[in-house]
């Protein structure tokens, strides 16, 4: 039998706890520290060398290679813009006649003038005494020249392309003249050029026309007075002697007459339904750049026909309108 005493009767000692110190940590900057370190500026390097070494290393990196369809995709866009602009707010147009020198030229030996139409601003008001306007031909008006579509398929393509961009004029009979008269107004003349309105039953004014160039004596005929129907324009040319006009529209048809004291007011007259729109600037040659406002003799009755609703206002409301859906133009059928 084992007797316990002999063991010495004493436990055996406990062991001491381990305390476990954390690692020391490395100090920054060292080959033990793996934390991203901020480089401290180097001394002595000014602004524009660290600059030049980002547009270095960013020169060095390699160039995303631009798309094949991204060229294409440009000149696209770029067409369909310039067939939106021409269809719905500027056009340009080609002066082949003489019938409004000296304001534009199309002169014979001259550069004949181009210049910029405002095709929006007639759906907003009704044209203005003074306003200069480019409109299709009513019947009969056929004095002045005209272009016509080539007998080639493939230059009539190419044509047809350059007008629906705005760079060729249109087939067909396209003048431009001055407004002297609206629907509702009388206007006269007499053998002397002077030109006289009476607006809606009142006084006639004999109107001061500071733009009419005339190059030989005579070619001034009395005509009028004639009333000018509702819708419809009394138009002449600022050449007062080689314009073939409203004055010289006096007979059935729209054909001359040697008598214009009675002029047919219909076919005399030219519809606003066929007005394309205003001219507003002379585009070329860059040496006869200007604007083209409205004379200081029409500018008391554009103001007193002025809307009262701002600008600003109406073409906020009506521009959708005339994106969306532009009004369409006919032509009346009797004609």
């Known amino acids: 039998m084992t007797d316990d005493s002999e063991s010495g009767g004493h436990d055996p000692p406990e062991a001491e706890p381990v305390i476990s110190s954390p690692a020391a940590e490395p100090e920054p900057g060292s080959a033990d520290d793996d934390r991203p370190s901020t480089p401290e500026p ?19 990196k390699p160039r995303r290679k631009t798309p094949w369809w991204e060229l294409p995709l ?39 003038d181009r210049i910029l139409v405002n095709k929006p601003i007639y759906d907003l008001r009704d044209p203005h005494q003074g306003d200069i306007v480019v409109f299709h031909a009513p019947k009969g008006w056929d004095e002045e020249p005209s272009s016509k579509p080539p007998s080639n398929p493939f230059v009539r393509a190419v044509r047809g392309f350059g007008q629906l961009v705005g760079f060729v004029p249109p087939d067909g009979q396209v003048l431009v003249k001055r407004v002297i008269a609206t629907g509702g107004q009388r206007v006269q003349g007499d053998a002397e050029g002077n ?32 009333t000018v129907p509702k819708g419809r324009l009394w138009v002449m040319g600022d050449h007062r002697n080689d314009s073939a006009d409203s004055r010289y529209h006096c007979g059935p048809d729209g054909h001359d007459t040697t008598d214009d004291t009675a002029c047919d007011p219909k076919f005399s007259t030219v519809p606003v339904d066929d ?61």
């Open 275 to 335: 007005v394309i729109g205003k001219a507003f600037v002379i585009a070329w040659p860059p040496s006869r750049w200007r604007t083209l406002g409205t004379p200081s003799t029409f500018e008391s009755a554009a103001s007193s026909l002025a809307p009262s609703v701002p600008s600003v206002v109406a073409v906020a409301v009506v521009a959708p309108i005339v994106i969306v859906r532009r009004r369409r133009r006919r032509r009346p059928a009797s004609e």
């Open 74 to 112: 440009l000149v696209v866009v770029a067409i369909l813009i310039a067939i939106v602009v021409k269809t719905f707010v500027v056009q340009p147009f080609y002066i082949p006649s003489q019938s409004m020198e000296k304001t534009l030229h199309g002169c014979p030996g001259c550069h004949g």
């Open 42 to 60: 180097v001394p002595g390097t000014s602004f524009r060398e660290r600059r030049r070494s980002k547009k270095a290393a960013k020169a060095a």
């Open 195 to 226: 030109v006289m309105v009476s607006k809606r039953g009142g006084p006639f004014r004999t109107l001061k026309e500071p733009y009419v160039f005339v190059d030989a004596a005579g070619g001034q005929r009395t005509f009028g007075p004639v």
